[in-house]
Protein backbone atom coordinates (compact mmCIF):
# COMPACT_ATOMS: atom_id res chain seq x y z
CA UNK A 1 0.00 0.00 0.00
CA UNK A 2 1.09 3.50 -1.13
CA UNK A 3 2.00 6.13 1.47
CA UNK A 4 -0.12 8.97 1.08
CA UNK A 5 1.80 11.81 0.28
CA UNK A 6 2.71 14.11 3.54
CA UNK A 7 1.47 17.47 1.64
CA UNK A 8 -2.15 15.87 0.91
CA UNK A 9 -2.69 14.97 4.65
CA UNK A 10 -3.69 18.42 5.51
CA UNK A 11 -5.93 18.73 2.56
CA UNK A 12 -7.30 15.33 3.79
CA UNK A 13 -7.71 16.65 7.07
CA UNK A 14 -9.62 20.09 6.35
CA UNK A 15 -12.09 17.88 4.03
CA UNK A 16 -12.68 15.61 6.98
CA UNK A 17 -13.54 18.75 9.03
CA UNK A 18 -16.04 20.14 6.26
CA UNK A 19 -17.48 16.50 6.06
CA UNK A 20 -18.28 16.15 9.69
CA UNK A 21 -19.77 19.78 9.68
CA UNK A 22 -21.96 18.78 6.92
CA UNK A 23 -22.80 15.33 8.86
CA UNK A 24 -23.82 17.29 11.78
CA UNK A 25 -25.46 20.11 10.48
CA UNK A 26 -27.47 18.68 7.47
CA UNK A 27 -30.89 18.93 9.37
CA UNK A 28 -30.31 22.60 9.57
CA UNK A 29 -31.90 22.42 5.55
CA UNK A 30 -35.29 21.82 6.54
CA UNK A 31 -35.40 24.55 9.31
CA UNK A 32 -37.39 28.19 8.63
CA UNK A 33 -36.42 31.67 9.58
CA UNK A 34 -37.34 32.10 13.37
CA UNK A 35 -39.60 35.16 14.22
CA UNK A 36 -36.62 35.28 16.83
CA UNK A 37 -34.76 37.51 14.86
CA UNK A 38 -34.36 35.89 11.97
CA UNK A 39 -37.11 37.73 10.23
CA UNK A 40 -36.49 41.50 11.62
CA UNK A 41 -32.69 41.13 10.87
CA UNK A 42 -33.23 39.89 7.17
CA UNK A 43 -36.60 39.56 5.81
CA UNK A 44 -38.04 42.47 7.27
CA UNK A 45 -34.73 44.76 7.09
CA UNK A 46 -34.68 47.38 3.79
CA UNK A 47 -30.90 47.28 4.48
CA UNK A 48 -30.59 43.54 3.48
CA UNK A 49 -33.47 43.21 1.43
CA UNK A 50 -32.43 46.68 -0.59
CA UNK A 51 -29.05 45.47 -1.69
CA UNK A 52 -25.43 47.16 -1.99
CA UNK A 53 -27.23 50.81 -3.25
CA UNK A 54 -24.98 53.51 -2.05
CA UNK A 55 -27.41 54.67 0.65
CA UNK A 56 -28.05 51.27 2.38
CA UNK A 57 -23.83 50.86 2.40
CA UNK A 58 -23.71 54.09 4.08
CA UNK A 59 -26.26 52.95 6.18
CA UNK A 60 -24.45 50.16 7.49
CA UNK A 61 -21.05 51.51 8.46
CA UNK A 62 -23.04 54.87 9.90
CA UNK A 63 -26.10 54.54 11.08
CA UNK A 64 -26.66 53.27 14.50
CA UNK A 65 -30.10 52.93 14.63
CA UNK A 66 -30.05 50.26 11.99
CA UNK A 67 -28.90 47.44 14.58
CA UNK A 68 -28.48 46.94 18.88
CA UNK A 69 -24.88 46.11 17.90
CA UNK A 70 -22.34 47.68 15.46
CA UNK A 71 -21.45 45.05 13.21
CA UNK A 72 -21.27 46.01 9.64
CA UNK A 73 -19.56 43.17 8.35
CA UNK A 74 -22.42 41.15 8.96
CA UNK A 75 -25.51 43.14 7.48
CA UNK A 76 -23.27 43.10 4.89
CA UNK A 77 -22.83 39.67 4.36
CA UNK A 78 -26.73 39.12 5.10
CA UNK A 79 -27.31 41.42 2.00
CA UNK A 80 -24.98 39.51 -0.20
CA UNK A 81 -26.73 36.11 0.72
CA UNK A 82 -30.13 37.56 0.44
CA UNK A 83 -29.37 38.68 -3.03
CA UNK A 84 -27.75 35.37 -4.17
CA UNK A 85 -30.72 33.22 -2.72
CA UNK A 86 -33.51 35.78 -1.54
CA UNK A 87 -36.00 34.28 0.86
CA UNK A 88 -34.45 30.88 0.55
CA UNK A 89 -34.15 30.23 3.84
CA UNK A 90 -31.77 26.47 3.41
CA UNK A 91 -29.68 28.61 1.81
CA UNK A 92 -29.10 31.06 4.28
CA UNK A 93 -28.31 28.47 7.36
CA UNK A 94 -26.25 26.81 4.75
CA UNK A 95 -23.78 30.14 4.56
CA UNK A 96 -23.81 29.38 8.82
CA UNK A 97 -22.59 25.97 8.36
CA UNK A 98 -19.77 26.89 5.75
CA UNK A 99 -18.21 29.68 7.36
CA UNK A 100 -18.46 27.13 10.68
CA UNK A 101 -16.21 24.27 8.74
CA UNK A 102 -14.07 27.53 7.45
CA UNK A 103 -13.52 28.08 10.73
CA UNK A 104 -12.53 24.99 11.85
CA UNK A 105 -10.20 24.62 9.14
CA UNK A 106 -8.06 27.54 10.27
CA UNK A 107 -7.92 26.64 13.15
CA UNK A 108 -6.18 23.13 12.26
CA UNK A 109 -4.32 24.72 10.42
CA UNK A 110 -3.28 27.56 12.83
CA UNK A 111 -2.57 25.07 15.77
CA UNK A 112 -0.66 22.84 13.35
CA UNK A 113 1.46 25.50 12.23
CA UNK A 114 1.87 26.60 16.21
CA UNK A 115 2.62 23.02 17.80
CA UNK A 116 3.74 20.77 14.58
CA UNK A 117 1.58 18.13 15.97
CA UNK A 118 -1.05 17.56 13.29
CA UNK A 119 -2.97 15.03 15.18
CA UNK A 120 -3.65 16.94 18.27
CA UNK A 121 -4.47 20.18 16.39
CA UNK A 122 -7.03 18.07 14.10
CA UNK A 123 -9.02 16.72 17.42
CA UNK A 124 -9.13 20.15 18.62
CA UNK A 125 -10.79 21.53 15.11
CA UNK A 126 -13.02 18.25 15.47
CA UNK A 127 -14.13 18.90 18.77
CA UNK A 128 -15.14 22.54 17.74
CA UNK A 129 -16.90 21.52 14.81
CA UNK A 130 -19.45 18.50 16.59
CA UNK A 131 -19.59 20.48 19.82
CA UNK A 132 -23.38 20.43 20.50
CA UNK A 133 -22.43 23.87 22.55
CA UNK A 134 -22.36 25.04 18.98
CA UNK A 135 -25.52 24.64 17.81
CA UNK A 136 -27.40 27.78 18.41
CA UNK A 137 -24.61 29.93 16.99
CA UNK A 138 -24.49 27.92 13.84
CA UNK A 139 -28.25 26.88 13.28
CA UNK A 140 -29.72 29.98 14.17
CA UNK A 141 -29.29 32.38 11.06
CA UNK A 142 -29.22 35.73 13.18
CA UNK A 143 -25.75 34.15 14.50
CA UNK A 144 -24.08 34.64 11.73
CA UNK A 145 -22.01 36.74 13.42
CA UNK A 146 -20.67 34.34 15.41
CA UNK A 147 -19.65 32.00 12.74
CA UNK A 148 -18.59 35.09 10.76
CA UNK A 149 -15.88 36.65 13.37
CA UNK A 150 -14.47 33.37 14.26
CA UNK A 151 -13.72 32.28 10.63
CA UNK A 152 -11.97 35.79 10.68
CA UNK A 153 -10.35 35.43 14.25
CA UNK A 154 -9.39 31.95 12.99
CA UNK A 155 -7.32 33.47 10.27
CA UNK A 156 -6.09 35.76 12.26
CA UNK A 157 -4.48 32.87 14.09
CA UNK A 158 -2.99 31.71 10.99
CA UNK A 159 -1.41 34.75 9.68
CA UNK A 160 0.02 35.08 13.71
CA UNK A 161 1.66 31.53 13.16
CA UNK A 162 3.12 32.99 10.18
CA UNK A 163 4.32 36.41 11.31
CA UNK A 164 5.78 34.90 14.50
CA UNK A 165 7.60 32.50 12.39
CA UNK A 166 9.37 35.67 9.43
CA UNK A 167 8.39 39.30 11.00
CA UNK A 168 7.49 41.07 8.16
CA UNK A 169 4.87 44.25 7.34
CA UNK A 170 3.20 41.87 4.94
CA UNK A 171 2.01 39.16 7.52
CA UNK A 172 1.50 41.66 10.04
CA UNK A 173 -1.25 43.71 7.88
CA UNK A 174 -2.83 40.18 7.63
CA UNK A 175 -3.56 39.88 11.10
CA UNK A 176 -4.16 43.45 11.10
CA UNK A 177 -6.62 43.08 8.15
CA UNK A 178 -8.11 40.22 9.75
CA UNK A 179 -9.06 41.32 13.10
CA UNK A 180 -10.70 44.61 11.44
CA UNK A 181 -12.53 42.43 9.58
CA UNK A 182 -13.65 40.41 13.01
CA UNK A 183 -14.42 43.18 14.66
CA UNK A 184 -17.03 44.57 11.69
CA UNK A 185 -18.68 41.20 12.26
CA UNK A 186 -18.89 40.92 16.11
CA UNK A 187 -17.18 42.76 18.09
CA UNK A 188 -16.00 39.49 20.57
CA UNK A 189 -12.95 39.60 18.18
CA UNK A 190 -11.67 42.76 20.57
CA UNK A 191 -10.18 39.76 22.42
CA UNK A 192 -7.62 38.76 19.65
CA UNK A 193 -4.64 40.43 21.23
CA UNK A 194 -5.03 39.11 24.70
CA UNK A 195 -5.25 35.78 22.82
CA UNK A 196 -2.46 36.51 20.66
CA UNK A 197 -0.21 37.42 24.00
CA UNK A 198 -1.06 33.47 25.63
CA UNK A 199 -0.20 31.61 22.62
CA UNK A 200 3.50 33.67 22.57
CA UNK A 201 3.82 32.03 25.75
CA UNK A 202 2.77 28.91 24.49
CA UNK A 203 3.01 27.12 21.65
CA UNK A 204 4.81 29.55 20.20
CA UNK A 205 7.42 30.01 22.96
CA UNK A 206 8.42 33.45 22.56
CA UNK A 207 8.35 34.76 25.73
CA UNK A 208 8.84 30.89 27.74
CA UNK A 209 11.84 30.31 29.86
CA UNK A 210 10.81 26.55 31.33
CA UNK A 211 13.81 27.70 34.23
CA UNK A 212 12.23 31.08 35.04
CA UNK A 213 9.06 31.25 37.82
CA UNK A 214 5.98 30.46 35.64
CA UNK A 215 8.03 29.35 32.95
CA UNK A 216 7.60 32.94 31.87
CA UNK A 217 10.63 35.58 30.37
CA UNK A 218 9.50 38.77 31.77
CA UNK A 219 11.70 40.53 29.93
CA UNK A 220 9.88 39.42 26.49
CA UNK A 221 6.82 41.02 27.80
CA UNK A 222 7.14 44.51 27.10
CA UNK A 223 8.04 43.88 23.32
CA UNK A 224 5.81 41.55 23.07
CA UNK A 225 2.91 43.83 23.82
CA UNK A 226 4.47 46.52 22.01
CA UNK A 227 4.12 44.99 19.15
CA UNK A 228 0.37 44.51 19.13
CA UNK A 229 -0.67 48.08 19.99
CA UNK A 230 -2.26 48.29 16.45
CA UNK A 231 -4.17 45.39 17.43
CA UNK A 232 -5.26 47.11 20.63
CA UNK A 233 -6.07 50.06 18.70
CA UNK A 234 -8.90 48.01 16.87
CA UNK A 235 -9.69 46.83 20.25
CA UNK A 236 -10.04 50.24 21.78
CA UNK A 237 -12.30 51.24 18.20
CA UNK A 238 -14.37 48.10 18.88
CA UNK A 239 -15.39 48.73 22.26
CA UNK A 240 -16.08 52.46 20.91
CA UNK A 241 -18.30 51.77 18.46
CA UNK A 242 -20.17 49.39 20.83
CA UNK A 243 -20.96 51.58 23.16
CA UNK A 244 -21.68 54.29 20.64
CA UNK A 245 -24.72 51.38 19.33
CA UNK A 246 -25.91 50.62 22.27
CA UNK A 247 -25.77 53.50 24.31
CA UNK A 248 -29.41 53.93 24.10
CA UNK A 249 -30.51 50.60 23.43
CA UNK A 250 -32.80 49.88 26.86
CA UNK A 251 -34.30 46.43 27.03
CA UNK A 252 -37.95 46.13 28.59
CA UNK A 253 -37.42 42.16 28.96
CA UNK A 254 -37.14 40.09 31.89
CA UNK A 255 -33.64 39.11 31.55
CA UNK A 256 -32.47 42.57 32.36
CA UNK A 257 -30.68 42.21 35.61
CA UNK A 258 -29.84 44.54 38.85
CA UNK A 259 -26.20 44.81 38.70
CA UNK A 260 -25.27 42.70 42.43
CA UNK A 261 -27.79 39.99 40.40
CA UNK A 262 -24.90 40.56 37.14
CA UNK A 263 -22.09 40.43 39.61
CA UNK A 264 -23.27 37.10 40.78
CA UNK A 265 -24.05 35.61 37.69
CA UNK A 266 -20.44 36.20 35.96
CA UNK A 267 -19.04 35.06 38.86
CA UNK A 268 -20.99 31.86 38.19
CA UNK A 269 -20.30 31.91 34.58
CA UNK A 270 -16.86 29.70 34.28
CA UNK A 271 -18.51 26.40 36.41
CA UNK A 272 -21.71 26.87 34.19
CA UNK A 273 -20.13 27.22 30.95
CA UNK A 274 -17.20 24.59 31.94
CA UNK A 275 -20.54 22.33 32.86
CA UNK A 276 -22.00 23.23 29.58
CA UNK A 277 -18.62 22.18 27.66
CA UNK A 278 -18.44 18.81 30.19
CA UNK A 279 -21.93 17.72 29.86
CA UNK A 280 -23.63 19.29 27.04
CA UNK A 281 -27.46 18.79 28.11
CA UNK A 282 -30.50 20.56 28.29
CA UNK A 283 -29.20 23.06 26.01
CA UNK A 284 -31.56 25.94 26.13
CA UNK A 285 -32.39 28.94 23.70
CA UNK A 286 -33.19 30.86 26.80
CA UNK A 287 -31.25 30.81 30.18
CA UNK A 288 -32.97 32.37 32.88
CA UNK A 289 -31.24 34.25 35.88
CA UNK A 290 -31.53 32.26 39.03
CA UNK A 291 -32.76 34.79 41.59
CA UNK A 292 -31.07 34.73 44.37
CA UNK A 293 -28.75 32.09 44.34
CA UNK A 294 -27.68 30.49 47.12
CA UNK A 295 -24.27 31.93 49.34
CA UNK A 296 -22.77 28.55 49.26
CA UNK A 297 -23.35 28.11 45.39
CA UNK A 298 -21.37 32.08 44.96
CA UNK A 299 -18.80 31.20 47.48
CA UNK A 300 -18.44 27.67 45.62
CA UNK A 301 -18.12 29.34 42.62
CA UNK A 302 -15.44 31.76 43.63
CA UNK A 303 -13.55 28.84 45.15
CA UNK A 304 -13.36 27.22 41.93
CA UNK A 305 -12.11 30.49 40.27
CA UNK A 306 -9.46 30.72 42.94
CA UNK A 307 -8.52 26.86 42.67
CA UNK A 308 -8.18 26.69 38.94
CA UNK A 309 -6.50 29.67 38.47
CA UNK A 310 -4.10 28.65 41.06
CA UNK A 311 -3.56 24.71 39.37
CA UNK A 312 -2.96 26.93 35.91
CA UNK A 313 -0.45 28.99 37.49
CA UNK A 314 1.21 25.62 39.31
CA UNK A 315 1.23 23.87 36.44
CA UNK A 316 2.06 27.14 34.48
CA UNK A 317 5.90 26.11 33.79
CA UNK A 318 5.74 22.03 33.60
CA UNK A 319 2.37 22.42 31.31
CA UNK A 320 1.95 25.92 29.95
CA UNK A 321 -1.08 24.31 27.83
CA UNK A 322 -2.89 24.59 30.38
CA UNK A 323 -2.52 27.90 32.01
CA UNK A 324 -2.93 29.07 28.54
CA UNK A 325 -6.09 26.72 28.08
CA UNK A 326 -7.97 28.55 31.57
CA UNK A 327 -7.16 31.61 30.92
CA UNK A 328 -8.08 31.89 27.46
CA UNK A 329 -11.19 30.29 28.19
CA UNK A 330 -11.74 32.70 31.86
CA UNK A 331 -10.60 35.72 29.47
CA UNK A 332 -13.08 35.53 26.84
CA UNK A 333 -15.65 35.19 28.96
CA UNK A 334 -15.49 38.40 30.73
CA UNK A 335 -16.86 40.90 27.72
CA UNK A 336 -20.38 38.33 27.14
CA UNK A 337 -20.57 37.58 31.47
CA UNK A 338 -23.38 39.90 31.71
CA UNK A 339 -21.85 42.27 33.46
CA UNK A 340 -23.27 45.22 30.97
CA UNK A 341 -26.39 44.02 29.41
CA UNK A 342 -27.67 46.46 26.31
CA UNK A 343 -30.58 44.21 25.47
CA UNK A 344 -32.15 40.95 26.00
CA UNK A 345 -29.41 39.18 27.87
CA UNK A 346 -29.83 35.58 29.38
CA UNK A 347 -27.78 34.43 32.10
CA UNK A 348 -25.84 32.50 29.71
CA UNK A 349 -26.38 31.66 26.36
CA UNK A 350 -24.61 28.47 24.19
CA UNK A 351 -23.08 31.01 21.46
CA UNK A 352 -21.25 33.08 24.13
CA UNK A 353 -19.19 29.82 24.29
CA UNK A 354 -17.98 29.47 20.93
CA UNK A 355 -14.75 31.48 21.37
CA UNK A 356 -13.80 30.57 25.00
CA UNK A 357 -14.73 26.75 24.47
CA UNK A 358 -11.16 26.36 22.20
CA UNK A 359 -9.19 27.41 25.06
CA UNK A 360 -10.59 24.09 26.89
CA UNK A 361 -10.20 21.68 24.10
CA UNK A 362 -6.67 22.84 23.68
CA UNK A 363 -5.95 22.16 26.92
CA UNK A 364 -7.19 18.70 27.41
CA UNK A 365 -5.59 17.56 24.27
CA UNK A 366 -2.24 18.86 24.52
CA UNK A 367 -2.49 17.43 28.26
CA UNK A 368 -3.37 14.64 26.97
CA UNK A 369 -1.14 14.58 24.83
CA UNK A 370 2.00 15.16 26.69
CA UNK A 371 0.91 12.35 29.47
CA UNK A 372 0.53 9.14 27.10
CA UNK A 373 3.45 9.83 25.53
CA UNK A 374 4.30 8.22 22.04
CA UNK A 375 3.54 4.79 21.16
CA UNK A 376 -0.14 2.92 21.04
CA UNK A 377 -1.18 4.85 23.77
CA UNK A 378 -0.91 8.18 21.95
CA UNK A 379 -2.84 6.02 19.37
CA UNK A 380 -5.13 4.94 21.76
CA UNK A 381 -6.17 8.03 23.40
CA UNK A 382 -6.94 9.71 19.78
CA UNK A 383 -8.94 7.41 19.04
CA UNK A 384 -10.78 8.31 21.87
CA UNK A 385 -10.87 11.87 21.52
CA UNK A 386 -12.13 11.44 17.78
CA UNK A 387 -15.05 8.61 19.15
CA UNK A 388 -15.93 11.52 21.82
CA UNK A 389 -16.19 14.07 18.83
CA UNK A 390 -18.27 11.49 17.13
CA UNK A 391 -20.06 11.35 19.69
CA UNK A 392 -20.56 14.99 20.46
CA UNK A 393 -21.50 15.27 17.00
CA UNK A 394 -24.87 12.67 17.04
CA UNK A 395 -25.83 14.99 19.57
CA UNK A 396 -25.52 18.34 18.06
CA UNK A 397 -27.24 16.48 15.29
CA UNK A 398 -30.30 15.99 17.27
CA UNK A 399 -30.14 19.72 18.85
CA UNK A 400 -29.98 21.29 15.70
CA UNK A 401 -33.76 19.70 14.59
CA UNK A 402 -34.64 21.96 17.71
CA UNK A 403 -34.27 24.92 15.88
CA UNK A 404 -36.78 24.12 13.39
CA UNK A 405 -39.07 26.52 13.82
CA UNK A 406 -40.01 28.87 17.18
CA UNK A 407 -42.80 26.81 18.59
CA UNK A 408 -40.15 23.91 18.82
CA UNK A 409 -37.09 26.25 19.73
CA UNK A 410 -39.05 27.45 22.79
CA UNK A 411 -41.27 24.52 23.80
CA UNK A 412 -37.88 22.52 24.23
CA UNK A 413 -36.52 25.85 25.97
CA UNK A 414 -39.39 25.79 28.66
CA UNK A 415 -39.07 22.28 29.18
CA UNK A 416 -35.21 21.83 30.09
CA UNK A 417 -35.18 25.15 31.95
CA UNK A 418 -37.40 25.97 35.19
CA UNK A 419 -39.38 29.25 35.82
CA UNK A 420 -38.48 30.60 32.05
CA UNK A 421 -40.32 33.70 31.27
CA UNK A 422 -38.87 34.76 28.29
CA UNK A 423 -38.95 31.47 26.79
CA UNK A 424 -42.41 30.73 27.46
CA UNK A 425 -43.61 34.35 26.13
CA UNK A 426 -42.02 33.25 22.89
CA UNK A 427 -43.22 30.30 23.01
CA UNK A 428 -47.07 31.72 23.30
CA UNK A 429 -46.11 34.16 20.12
CA UNK A 430 -45.09 31.22 18.01
CA UNK A 431 -48.51 29.03 19.23
CA UNK A 432 -50.47 32.39 18.59
CA UNK A 433 -49.14 32.85 15.17
CA UNK A 434 -50.15 29.52 14.04
CA UNK A 435 -53.62 29.92 15.41
CA UNK A 436 -53.81 27.74 18.47
CA UNK A 437 -54.93 30.75 20.58
CA UNK A 438 -55.71 28.94 24.29
CA UNK A 439 -52.24 27.22 24.01
CA UNK A 440 -50.66 30.70 23.83
CA UNK A 441 -53.18 31.67 26.67
CA UNK A 442 -51.82 29.29 28.64
CA UNK A 443 -48.05 30.05 27.92
CA UNK A 444 -48.64 33.68 28.65
CA UNK A 445 -50.21 32.49 31.53
CA UNK A 446 -46.89 30.67 32.97
CA UNK A 447 -44.74 32.87 31.82
CA UNK A 448 -46.40 35.51 34.28
CA UNK A 449 -46.15 33.12 36.70
CA UNK A 450 -42.42 32.95 36.31
CA UNK A 451 -41.88 36.44 36.04
CA UNK A 452 -45.11 38.71 37.39
CA UNK A 453 -45.20 41.86 35.89
CA UNK A 454 -43.31 40.78 33.13
CA UNK A 455 -44.64 43.58 30.11
CA UNK A 456 -44.24 41.26 27.37
CA UNK A 457 -46.29 38.73 28.60
CA UNK A 458 -48.78 40.91 29.83
CA UNK A 459 -49.34 42.90 26.69
CA UNK A 460 -49.17 39.47 24.85
CA UNK A 461 -51.82 38.08 27.06
CA UNK A 462 -54.24 41.05 26.72
CA UNK A 463 -53.84 40.62 22.81
CA UNK A 464 -54.99 37.42 23.17
CA UNK A 465 -57.87 37.68 25.85
CA UNK A 466 -58.99 40.41 23.13
CA UNK A 467 -58.77 38.01 20.37
CA UNK A 468 -60.86 35.39 21.61
CA UNK A 469 -63.47 38.14 22.85
CA UNK A 470 -62.95 38.15 26.49
CA UNK A 471 -62.43 41.64 26.75
CA UNK A 472 -63.44 42.52 30.06
CA UNK A 473 -60.44 39.87 31.26
CA UNK A 474 -58.07 40.99 28.66
CA UNK A 475 -58.94 45.26 29.91
CA UNK A 476 -57.09 44.27 33.11
CA UNK A 477 -53.96 42.88 31.46
CA UNK A 478 -54.30 45.55 29.40
CA UNK A 479 -54.02 48.37 32.35
CA UNK A 480 -51.06 46.51 33.58
CA UNK A 481 -49.48 46.67 30.58
CA UNK A 482 -49.89 50.28 30.42
CA UNK A 483 -48.73 51.36 33.91
CA UNK A 484 -45.13 51.06 32.28
CA UNK A 485 -46.45 53.96 30.07
CA UNK A 486 -45.44 52.38 26.36
CA UNK A 487 -47.38 54.07 24.17
CA UNK A 488 -47.95 50.64 22.17
CA UNK A 489 -49.49 48.98 25.73
CA UNK A 490 -51.28 52.15 26.17
CA UNK A 491 -52.88 51.85 22.43
CA UNK A 492 -53.63 48.49 23.31
CA UNK A 493 -55.52 49.47 26.09
CA UNK A 494 -57.07 51.83 23.78
CA UNK A 495 -58.45 49.00 21.25
CA UNK A 496 -59.52 47.12 24.32
CA UNK A 497 -62.05 49.72 25.26
CA UNK A 498 -63.40 50.81 22.22
CA UNK A 499 -64.29 46.67 21.05
CA UNK A 500 -65.97 46.87 24.23
CA UNK A 501 -68.02 50.45 23.24
CA UNK A 502 -66.54 53.08 25.57
CA UNK A 503 -65.17 54.90 22.64
CA UNK A 504 -64.65 57.97 24.78
CA UNK A 505 -62.47 56.54 27.42
CA UNK A 506 -60.30 54.99 23.98
CA UNK A 507 -60.46 58.73 22.54
CA UNK A 508 -59.19 60.21 25.65
CA UNK A 509 -56.37 57.40 25.64
CA UNK A 510 -55.17 57.44 22.27
CA UNK A 511 -54.87 61.33 22.34
CA UNK A 512 -52.70 61.41 25.40
CA UNK A 513 -50.45 58.99 23.55
CA UNK A 514 -50.54 61.48 20.68
CA UNK A 515 -49.84 64.04 22.41
CA UNK A 516 -46.25 62.25 23.82
CA UNK A 517 -45.84 60.76 20.53
CA UNK A 518 -47.53 62.94 17.89
CA UNK A 519 -45.84 60.77 14.69
CA UNK A 520 -47.02 57.16 16.15
CA UNK A 521 -49.49 56.26 13.76
CA UNK A 522 -50.73 53.09 14.91
CA UNK A 523 -52.52 55.34 17.76
CA UNK A 524 -53.90 57.80 15.42
CA UNK A 525 -55.67 55.46 13.44
CA UNK A 526 -57.10 54.03 16.47
CA UNK A 527 -57.91 57.44 17.21
CA UNK A 528 -59.52 57.77 14.07
CA UNK A 529 -61.45 54.50 14.12
CA UNK A 530 -62.99 55.50 17.60
CA UNK A 531 -64.13 58.47 16.65
CA UNK A 532 -65.75 57.14 13.39
CA UNK A 533 -67.43 54.46 15.70
CA UNK A 534 -68.38 57.29 17.73
CA UNK A 535 -70.22 59.23 15.09
CA UNK A 536 -67.59 61.95 14.58
CA UNK A 537 -66.74 61.80 11.31
CA UNK A 538 -64.96 64.44 10.13
CA UNK A 539 -62.90 64.41 13.20
CA UNK A 540 -61.71 60.80 11.89
CA UNK A 541 -61.18 61.64 8.63
CA UNK A 542 -58.87 64.63 9.71
CA UNK A 543 -57.15 62.47 11.88
CA UNK A 544 -56.28 59.96 8.60
CA UNK A 545 -55.35 62.49 6.26
CA UNK A 546 -52.49 63.46 9.07
CA UNK A 547 -51.68 59.82 8.90
CA UNK A 548 -51.19 60.03 5.13
CA UNK A 549 -49.11 63.67 5.39
CA UNK A 550 -46.80 61.98 7.91
CA UNK A 551 -46.58 58.68 5.95
CA UNK A 552 -47.51 59.00 2.96
CA UNK A 553 -49.00 55.75 1.24
CA UNK A 554 -50.26 53.99 4.38
CA UNK A 555 -52.28 51.36 3.31
CA UNK A 556 -54.74 51.01 6.03
CA UNK A 557 -55.16 54.89 6.44
CA UNK A 558 -55.74 54.79 2.99
CA UNK A 559 -58.09 52.37 3.11
CA UNK A 560 -60.23 53.64 5.80
CA UNK A 561 -60.45 57.36 4.46
CA UNK A 562 -61.97 55.72 1.31
CA UNK A 563 -64.22 53.99 3.20
CA UNK A 564 -65.29 57.23 5.49
CA UNK A 565 -65.61 59.19 2.16
CA UNK A 566 -67.80 55.93 0.38
CA UNK A 567 -70.05 55.94 3.84
CA UNK A 568 -70.61 60.36 3.41
CA UNK A 569 -71.60 60.11 -0.43
CA UNK A 570 -74.40 57.92 0.36
CA UNK A 571 -75.87 59.06 3.29
CA UNK A 572 -75.19 55.99 5.25
CA UNK A 573 -75.85 56.10 9.07
CA UNK A 574 -74.10 54.26 11.32
CA UNK A 575 -70.60 53.77 12.20
CA UNK A 576 -68.49 53.66 8.85
CA UNK A 577 -65.95 51.33 10.10
Same mark, same amino acid.
Not at 283 to 296: E, F, G, N, R, S
Not at 422 to 448: Q, W
Not at 516 to 531: E, G, I, Q, T
Given at each position: ?????????? =???????????????????????????????????????????????????????????????????? #?????? =???????????????????? #???????????????????????????????????????????????????????????????????????????????????????????? /???????????????????????????????????????????? #????????????????????????????????????????????????? /?????????????????????????????????? /???????????????????????????????????????????????????????????????????????????????????????????????????????????????????????? =???????????????????????????????????????????????????????? #??????????????????????????????????????????????????????????????????????????????
Amino acid at each position: MKKIPSKLIP =FLACLALAAGAWAVYSPVTANSFLDYDDRGLLENNPLVTGGFTRENVRSVFLDFRQSDYWNPGTTLSH #MAAWSL =FGADPAAHHLVNVALHAASA #MLLFLALWYMTGAMGAAFLVAALFVAHPVNVEGVAWIAERKNVLSQFFFSAALLAWALYAERRSPARYAAVFTAMALGVMSKQIVMLLPFCL /VLLDVWPLGRARDPEAPLGLRISSLPGLLAEKIPLFGLTVFSVA #MGYLSTRSYVSDYAGQALLDGRVQNALMAPARYLGKIFWPVNLAAYYPY /VQHPATWKLVGAALFIATATALALWQARKRPCLA /VGWFWFAGCLVPVAGLVQPGLWPAMADRFAYLPQIGVFCAVVFFVRERVGDGKARWAAAALCLGLAVFLGVKAHAQVGVWKNDASLFAHAASVTQGNAVAENALGMALKKEGRLPEALAA =FGRSLEAQPGYFKALTNKAITLAQLGRHQEALEFFRSAARKGDPNSLTNLGRSLAA #MGRFPEAVDLYERVLADYPAFADARVNLAMALAAAGRVPEAQAQLKRVLDDHPGHPLASRLLEKLRVHQEKGLEGSPL
